[in-house]
């Protein structure tokens, strides 16, 4: 069931969304040559806790940490750690969100350190923009096939391909509600977008194959090719006057 929000809820859900994207933007940061994921992981939590919110994703299905830190061909759901340092030309995708009053943020950005190759460097922009797509299509009136059928054409122009295994969803009392939010598909089909939803948009761009396998950690998500993969999400809310990012530092 897809839960349409109020004003009031709105306002609510706002505040987790904002240290949402208060708690990535230092995590991002923090992304520098020398640097582990496990401090980059204790800066956001750290962060979160200080807030007065909960890291939604700790302990989420038996998720070990704060954040996802994905890195290069990690696509999602990679687990920080001590070990894993990050060198020159890495590219390191974080998603992490908050939750305040009873509500939930969730958001995710592709940091790059240092400089990376030009191709990567490309796929890295066009899978940000390629969320952006996506958002100016969740207006009301419009269906779910409308944002996924934005974000595929973009990214498939350049080049680029979409993940299938792991798509969008709604957020709000829950990490993940209705509806699933495809980053492909066929504009205008789906369910009607409406006011009061509020969705979790985030495209999951590959350099090579769509095609991903999970690791025997159960948890990180890597492309088949082993080439390089991007994450971008905000959580939106629909709105009369248009979608709203709610997830702004």
């Excluded at 409406?194 to 396998?213: H, R, S």
């Amino acid at each position: 069931m897809v839960v349409l929000k109020s004003s009031r809820e709105l306002e609510l859900m706002k505040e987790a969304c904002v240290i949402s994207a208060q708690a990535l933007q230092l995590a991002g940061e923090a992304v520098k040559e020398g640097v582990s994921t496990y401090e980059i992981d204790k800066i956001a939590h750290d962060f979160i806790v200080k807030c007065g919110a909960k890291p939604n994703f700790l302990g989420y299905g038996g998720f070990p940490a704060t954040a996802c830190i994905s890195i290069n061909d990690e696509v999602i759901h990679g687990i920080p750690n001590k070990k894993t340092i990050l060198k020159e030309g890495d590219i390191v995708s974080i998603d992490l969100g908050a939750a305040k009053n009873g509500y939930n943020g969730d958001n995710a950005a592709t940091f790059i350190v240092g400089s990376c190759s030009p191709e990567v460097k490309r796929l890295v922009d066009t899978s940000r923009e390629a969320m952006f797509k996506g958002i100016e299509a969740a207006v009301p009136g419009n269906r779910i096939g409308d944002i996924g059928n934005a974000v595929q054409t973009y990214c498939e122009e350049r080049g680029f391909s979409v993940v299938r295994d792991f798509v969008g969803h709604g957020v709000g009392t829950k990490l993940h509600e209705e509806p699933s939010v495809p980053n492909f598909g066929h504009a205008g089909r789906g369910i009607r977008l409406l006011p009061g939803m509020t969705l979790a948009i985030e495209p999951m761009i590959n350099l090579g194959t769509y095609k991903v396998k999970t690791l025997s950690d159960g948890w990180t998500v890597k492309t088949a090719d082993g080439k390089a993969s991007a994450h971008f999400e905000n959580t939106v809310a629909i709105t009369n006057n248009g979608p709203v990012i709610l997830t702004k530092a």
